[in-house]
């Protein structure tokens, strides 16, 4: 355990020094970033840390036991984690996506036996993320499908006592290892164009829920993102997101900044590593021939000053958009600043990288060097929900003035 926190109560944790926390872990995370890259291995002993350091309540409120970050103090934290492992940061966020969508949520005017099933679902997440330490894994994407929601195939049936689910989920980051999956399933006799999306939880241990270990790409090797099968899978009554059926689609449209903005501190996270690396790397190798460091060279100068104001401008406009998440989530000024974000951090990450590459010279493609796996890594920015090419859709209905709260208006 990191020494400077351990004597430190989650509840009295500042912003300031949940940063600098996850960037001295983050630092550990890179030691080992190769190796689980190489080996295509889960990081355990990196959410090990997470847990001895009680971030897996980071966005837990902190009058229920928390750390209570807001969206720009945990956006700043995933970049430092990110910037040791980006696989680490990335699985992380995916424990995040269940349970900081929850600490935004006001439910204090809803009452009756309904805000009594959310309140009582809201305390167990909590306690298990808190007391027993338990991750969550987003289960939502299909084969051939994506993120896009309202074409899910996955099917959940009530019984008297609880849910059935049947389906296949493809990109399950954590598959294998986190202890609950938060599945996104479509109400079986739902035929609507925007049909009844429900999250329902399922314990790893359900004999039900079968995973295929497959995963072997080019980048975000440490995820563990396999395919989960649910076959006549059951789950209790108790296990339903909330408390609540069919909201799951309205609340992503509205509120997109947990689905899509959670990717964007990881991706700025790579590429400030890859900036860092490039100033390092040119500052300590000299210009064949002679004394001088590559640095010195003007022609260099100019162009680490260009991907330098790109960084910069993309780290701005990140930062932005994590702010207007915390002032005025779901606003069409917070979720228009999300997609901004995103496209341009995926964008970004490959050209930067590539970049890095050409001006460091062939030697930086070694793997005991972390620029290669920087690149790799980047290049599925673009792939991450939203896509790229969704975001520039939903920027652009945006300048339109379209009603992007409306399901059908969006890319899900």
């Avoid at 928390?66 to 699985?91: C, H, N, P, R, V």
């Avoid at 299909?142 to 006592?161: C, Q, W």
């Avoid at 260099?300 to 930062?319: D, T």
Wanted: glycine share 8%.
């Amino acid at each position: 355990m990191t020494e400077k926190f351990k004597n430190i109560p989650p509840t009295e944790m500042t912003s300031e020094q949940i940063i600098e926390l996850c960037s001295e872990l983050g630092k550990g995370f890179a030691k080992r970033a190769a190796k689980h890259d190489r080996e295509g291995s889960f990081p355990e002993e990196n959410f090990q840390e997470l847990k001895d350091h009680n971030l897996l309540c980071i966005m837990i409120p902190k009058d229920r036991g928390g750390m209570g970050a807001d969206f720009l103090t945990y956006t700043q934290a995933l970049e430092q984690i990110a910037k040791g492992d980006a696989s680490t940061g990335l699985t992380f966020n995916m424990h995040n996506i269940a349970v900081g969508s929850l600490a935004e949520l006001n439910i204090d005017g809803i009452g009756g036996s309904r805000g009594k099933k959310m309140n009582d679902f809201i305390d167990w997440v909590y306690d298990q993320a808190i007391t027993h330490k338990k991750l969550f894994a987003s289960a939502s994407s299909e084969p051939g499908i994506g993120a896009h929601l309202s074409k899910m195939k996955t099917v959940y049936k009530r019984t008297d006592d609880g849910f059935v689910i049947n389906g296949v989920k493809n990109w399950v980051s954590m598959a294998g290892y986190a202890d609950y999956y938060v599945v996104a399933a479509k109400k079986e006799d739902s035929t609507s164009d925007v049909p009844a999306i429900s999250y329902l939880i399922v314990e790893k241990e359900n004999p039900n829920a079968r995973v295929e270990f497959t995963w072997d790409v080019l980048g975000m090797r440490a995820t563990s993102t396999n395919p989960v099968y649910f076959e006549d899978c059951f789950v209790p009554k108790e296990s339903l997101f909330l408390g609540n059926e069919g909201m799951a689609l309205f609340k992503v449209a509205r509120e997109p900044h947990w689905l899509v903005g959670g990717y964007v501190g990881v991706y700025l996270g790579i590429c400030t590593a890859a900036f860092e690396f490039l100033t390092n790397y040119l500052k300590n190798r000299n210009i064949p021939g002679t004394q001088d460091p590559l640095a010195s060279d003007t022609r260099i100068q100019h162009k680490v000053g260009e991907l330098y104001v790109k960084v910069e401008s993309a780290r701005a406009s990140v930062y932005r958009a994590a702010k207007l998440v915390s002032s005025q989530p779901g606003s069409v000024e917070a979720n228009t600043a999300i997609h901004l974000s995103k496209f341009m951090v995926s964008e970004l990450g490959p050209s930067l990288t590539s970049d890095a590459i050409r001006l460091c010279g062939g030697s930086t493609i070694a793997k005991f060097m972390p620029l290669e796996r920087y690149y790799r890594e980047s290049r599925c920015g673009g792939l991450m929900p939203a896509t790229s090419d969704e975001c520039l859709l939903y920027l652009g209905k945006a300048s339109f003035g379209t009603d992007l709260t409306k399901p059908d208006e969006t890319y899900w």
